[in-house]
């Protein structure tokens, strides 16, 4: 437990020497953002301040990443909310096909979904005085999977860790946690990753490999020095 008691308590001072009232999280049902909340919980009460959490699901969500997400901010946050807002999502994407009348990819709309997830994050952490919690980790940030001013908040307490790395530190941090937070941390460790955008069917796909454990193996024995692997789509698309 030493890299979450590392990361506990750079966060706490990150907390106090600038003030900050509260964490704001955007809770997705996967794995990266139930083990923000499971790392940032005893931060914020041991600071005496809320953990605001928010899922903010739109029209590809589907209902089970919807249900561990919400099953995660009521474990894990002092203030937690679902909110809808494929409405929302709709009517910007008419004004969208109105000045350009190409075909909006699952890409386009996905960038314009994580970016609408952000305003309503960094409105929270305005109202609230407080910071947006990053939910990406180091993986991710090699592949250039997440959006700018999308799923990138202030500040990334699990940006140094690869996401092997993230399952292991998830399972185990349930050793620490009531039943109620064991449930819903242990059904996103063991749920297929995806983007919650609607861009693929799991993340694996985009990425070019079967699971994570892949993924952080080929960019391991890639920057040991093994070039062979310069070809694969996964360093192809760290590289570009």
């Known amino acids: 437990m030493k890299i979450a008691d590392t990361i506990r308590h750079i966060v ?11 964490l704001v999280l955007g809770i997705s049902g996967g794995i990266d953002s139930a083990l923000c909340a499971a790392l940032l919980q005893p931060v914020c009460q041991n600071l005496q301040i809320p953990l605001t959490g928010r899922s903010i ?9 919807i249900q561990r997400s919400i099953e995660v901010g009521n474990a894990f946050c002092s203030d ?9 999502f709709l009517e910007n994407k008419k004004i969208m096909i109105q000045c350009d009348n190409s075909h909006l990819t699952k890409l386009r709309q996905g960038n314009m ?18 910071i947006v919690i990053s939910t990406d980790n180091y993986t991710e940030y090699l592949t250039g999977f997440w959006t700018l ?7 990334a307490p699990i940006m140094n860790l690869w996401k092997t790395e993230v399952y ?11 039943e109620k937070k064991y449930n819903a ?6 749920a297929t990753p995806v983007d919650g955008l609607g861009i693929s069917s799991c993340d694996c796909e985009q990425l070019g490999v079967d699971n994570y454990f892949e ?16 070809t694969h789509p996964l360093i192809q698309r760290y590289l570009h």
């Open 215 to 230: 993924a952080d193996n080929i960019f391991a024995d890639y920057f040991s020095g093994n070039q062979s692997l310069e």
């Open 185 to 190: 941390l242990q059904k996103c460790i063991y």
């Open 12 to 22: 706490t001072d990150y907390v106090e020497n600038n003030h900050l009232q509260s």
């Open 168 to 178: 292991a530190l998830s399972n185990c941090l349930l050793k620490e946690c009531n």
């Open 149 to 155: 001013h999308g799923d990138v908040g202030d500040y």
């Open 57 to 65: 699901t739109i029209e590809t969500n589907k209902s089970e990443e």
């Open 80 to 88: 937690f909310e679902h909110i809808d807002i494929t409405h929302t």
């Open 113 to 130: 979904k994580a970016r609408m997830r952000m305003m309503v994050l960094y409105d929270l952490a305005q109202l609230y005085k407080g």
